[in-house]
């Protein structure tokens, strides 16, 4: 099970898929303390049903009103694969 609080400075990697799907998505800073999970279970309490597509959660709106909201700031970053 992943900590889902998040605290104030961190840098953290959003990732998703598995295996051959597993994708970086972006790597953030957080700007202030929140529990990413119970943001997403709140559902229209803390979050606008603009940003839910249909009955599937949109990660990519979530991310964008993550960041309007002042919870984090995108970092840019490189990717460098080490080749084993």
Not at 9 to 26: A, K, Q, R, V
Not at 33 to 57: M, P, R, V
């Amino acid at each position: 099970m992943q900590n889902s609080k998040l605290q104030k400075g961190e840098l953290i990697l959003f990732t998703t898929g598995e295996y051959s799907d597993f994708s970086n998505i972006m790597l953030v800073k957080v700007l202030k303390n929140f529990d990413i999970q119970e943001l997403q279970d709140a559902g229209s309490d803390n979050f606008i049903e603009i940003y839910k597509t249909s009955s599937w959660f949109s990660y990519t709106k979530f991310r964008l009103w993550l960041i309007e909201q002042g919870y984090i700031e995108e970092l840019s970053y490189r990717e460098y694969w080490l080749d084993g």
